[in-house]
């Protein structure tokens, strides 16, 4: 009980409930999901690397880029956590507005062609002057 104790710990974080509703969606790098949630890159390192330890994710890299998907070894107890919260969240405000974000992250990311912090930083002024 002692393990999923700290599961359920880690998934109070607001943030991180996020990063892994985002995942959860797709592989996504580590710029994507700065750019969606606007949070910096070693927060967003340090929220992948405790969701990876509690064995929901898995990276992988590619050149020097990380990309993160959902672990396909995830535990039984994990898997229906994160089935239980994807349900429960689908119509959240907030999970819907990151969603719509990470298209429009995407869509500029494919209309210039990179997926790199470059691209991250003019998505981000982009994304600041539209607001």
């Not at 991180?16 to 969606?25: D, S, T």
């Not at 590619?62 to 969240?89: H, I, Q, W």
């Amino acid at each position: 009980m002692k393990n999923e104790g700290s599961i359920m710990r880690l998934l109070s974080d607001p943030k991180r409930l996020r990063v892994l509703m985002l995942v959860a969606e797709r592989e996504l790098c580590v710029c994507q999901i700065m750019g969606v949630l606007n949070i910096s890159q070693p927060l967003v390192s340090r929220n992948l690397n405790q969701l990876s330890s509690a064995g929901f994710l898995r990276g992988r890299k590619e050149g020097k880029m990380v990309f993160y998907s959902l672990d396909p070894r995830m535990k039984a107890f994990n898997r229906c956590l994160l089935e239980l919260l994807k349900d429960t969240l689908k119509a959240d405000k907030m999970l819907t507005g990151d969603l719509r974000s990470l298209r429009d992250c995407e869509d500029f990311q494919k209309r210039t062609g990179r997926c790199d912090m470059k691209t991250f930083s003019a998505y981000l002024k982009k994304k600041r002057r539209s607001s």
